[in-house]
């Protein structure tokens, strides 16, 4: 495996773009882009203040860079480096701003949520939307949602004590339905893939989800439980056949699209403890200090990087994470059996535990490839 040379970073501003072509990153008030393949540097834009949020339209043509401080918006061609844009919010200020679907239109979100400017960049017009509701109470949890086909938007909004939903049209950014949510505080909106039913759910002090159709239409509302903690996070299946709740109980359930009722439900254990799974278990070690593990009673003096332990079967995927908080929990390094950690040191491993054995053999450590892995990826042949 090769390893490019190392390149700055601001922010971890670094994202591909959606046809895999470049590869953008921003070092504080510029915005490099490479060619995904050669890492060779194609463009280089040059912003007015330090950039903290980039995003590509869906075609891959622009980027925008949003300078919150400022409240403005640059927008660079990689077809026309020498067209830009800048978007100025004035004094309304600026905290979100995103694409639409067809890359042609950038949605910019007021300071305090007063309004949604919708700037175009064929016309040069401008739309206005009201009373946007801040949604910001986990990852999944978003006020503002378009359908996978891009016609139509659904806005969470706040007015009169009251949470409501407008689904507009992206053509012309007309209202197309307005109805109330019964929500005690909507936490966030999302479109099935195929675009015929909108999920809202309430915030985590009460375990509501409610699904409506197109039109506004209430289908149905589906509630597990009361007096606890609710909903944490929802997805959709690819095929808009099932819907995925998941709560603060440490469990998931699934919902069809039928009778919208629960057909099964899947617990969330902190351990995985299945007789069944004949695999190895190996452990990597405290990223800093090697030699201490919880797993031989080494907690103490631990570093401040992330204590990752990991389940893996005979097939070398990864199959759980187990992540320890730390005082730097924010990193999550998911490291192999043969990397240097960054202060340079080699993780040791720990060996399989046996029904004879009080506690795991810590085995001399080994490996000097430096790769990180996540997911499903494949381990170097030192692990096997």
């Given at each position: 495996?090769?390893?490019?040379?190392?390149?700055k970073?601001?922010?971890?501003?670094?994202?591909?773009?959606?046809?895999?072509?470049?590869l953008?990153?921003?070092?504080?008030?510029?915005?490099?882009?490479?060619?995904?393949?050669?890492?060779?540097?194609c463009?280089?834009?040059?912003?007015?203040?330090?950039?903290q949020?980039?995003?590509?339209?869906?075609?891959?043509?622009?980027?925008?860079?949003?300078?919150?401080?400022?409240?403005?918006?640059?927008?660079?061609?990689?077809?026309?480096?020498?067209?830009?844009?800048?978007?100025?919010?004035?004094?309304?200020?600026?905290?979100?701003?995103?694409?639409?679907?067809?890359?042609?239109?950038?949605?910019?979100?007021?300071?305090?949520?007063?309004?949604i400017?919708?700037?175009?960049?064929?016309?040069?017009?401008?739309?206005y939307?009201k009373?946007?509701?801040?949604?910001?109470?986990?990852?999944?949890?978003?006020?503002?949602?378009?359908?996978?086909?891009?016609?139509?938007?659904?806005?969470?909004?706040?007015?009169d004590?009251?949470?409501?939903?407008?689904?507009?049209?992206?053509?012309?950014?007309?209202?197309?339905?307005?109805?109330?949510?019964?929500?005690?505080?909507?936490?966030?909106?999302?479109?099935?893939?195929?675009?015929?039913?909108?999920?809202?759910?309430?915030?985590?002090?009460?375990?509501?989800?409610?699904?409506?159709?197109?039109?506004?239409?209430?289908?149905?509302?589906?509630c597990?439980?009361?007096?606890?903690?609710?909903?944490?996070?929802?997805?959709?299946?690819?095929?808009?056949?099932?819907?995925?709740?998941?709560?603060?109980?440490?469990?998931?359930?699934?919902?069809?699209?039928?009778?919208?009722?629960?057909?099964?439900?899947?617990?969330?254990?902190?351990?995985?403890?299945?007789?069944?799974?004949?695999?190895?278990?190996?452990?990597?070690?405290?990223?800093?200090?090697?030699?201490?593990?919880?797993?031989?009673?080494?907690?103490?003096?631990?570093?401040?990087?992330?204590?990752?332990?990991?389940?893996?079967?005979?097939?070398?995927?990864?199959?759980?994470?187990?992540?320890?908080?730390?005082?730097?929990?924010?990193?999550?390094?998911?490291?192999?059996?043969?990397?240097?950690?960054?202060?340079?040191?080699?993780?040791?491993r720990?060996?399989?535990?046996?029904?004879?054995?009080?506690?795991?053999?810590?085995?001399?450590?080994?490996?000097?490839?430096?790769?990180?892995?996540?997911?499903?990826?494949?381990?170097?042949?030192?692990?096997?």
């Amino acid at each position: 495996m090769n390893f490019s040379e190392v390149f700055k970073l601001s922010s971890l501003l670094c994202k591909f773009s959606p046809d895999g072509k470049y590869l953008a990153s921003c070092v504080q008030y510029r915005l490099v882009v490479r060619d995904a393949n050669t890492l060779q540097i194609c463009q280089l834009y040059t912003c007015v203040d330090q950039i903290q949020h980039i995003e590509w339209s869906a075609d891959s043509l622009f980027i925008l860079c949003a300078l919150y401080k400022r409240g403005l918006v640059q927008v660079w061609s990689l077809e026309q480096p020498e067209w830009h844009c800048k978007i100025d919010e004035g004094s309304a200020g600026l905290v979100a701003s995103c694409w639409s679907p067809d890359g042609r239109h950038i949605l910019n979100t007021t300071e305090f949520h007063l309004r949604i400017t919708v700037w175009s960049l064929c016309t040069k017009s401008v739309s206005y939307i009201k009373y946007p509701k801040a949604c910001q109470q986990g990852e999944s949890a978003r006020g503002i949602t378009f359908t996978r086909d891009g016609r139509y938007l659904a806005l969470a909004e706040r007015r009169d004590c009251k949470d409501y939903v407008s689904i507009l049209v992206c053509s012309d950014w007309q209202l197309l339905r307005h109805f109330d949510t019964d929500t005690q505080d909507l936490a966030g909106i999302e479109w099935a893939p195929n675009g015929c039913v909108l999920a809202a759910w309430d915030s985590c002090l009460e375990y509501k989800i409610l699904l409506y159709s197109l039109d506004g239409r209430l289908l149905s509302a589906f509630c597990a439980y009361e007096w606890s903690l609710g909903i944490k996070s929802v997805a959709w299946s690819p095929s808009s056949q099932f819907l995925a709740v998941g709560s603060y109980d440490g469990k998931v359930r699934i919902l069809n699209h039928v009778t919208w009722k629960m057909i099964t439900e899947f617990g969330h254990p902190a351990t995985i403890n299945n007789p069944k799974i004949q695999a190895p278990v190996w452990v990597l070690g405290d990223l800093r200090d090697p030699e201490r593990h919880p797993a031989s009673g080494g907690t103490a003096g631990m570093g401040t990087d992330t204590l990752v332990s990991c389940l893996l079967v005979r097939d070398l995927r990864w199959v759980s994470g187990e992540e320890r908080s730390s005082p730097d929990a924010g990193r999550d390094w998911r490291t192999c059996w043969s990397c240097r950690n960054r202060t340079g040191r080699r993780p040791g491993r720990v060996a399989p535990p046996q029904a004879s054995q009080g506690s795991p053999e810590v085995l001399p450590p080994r490996g000097r490839c430096g790769l990180k892995v996540s997911g499903r990826s494949s381990f170097p042949s030192g692990l096997r």
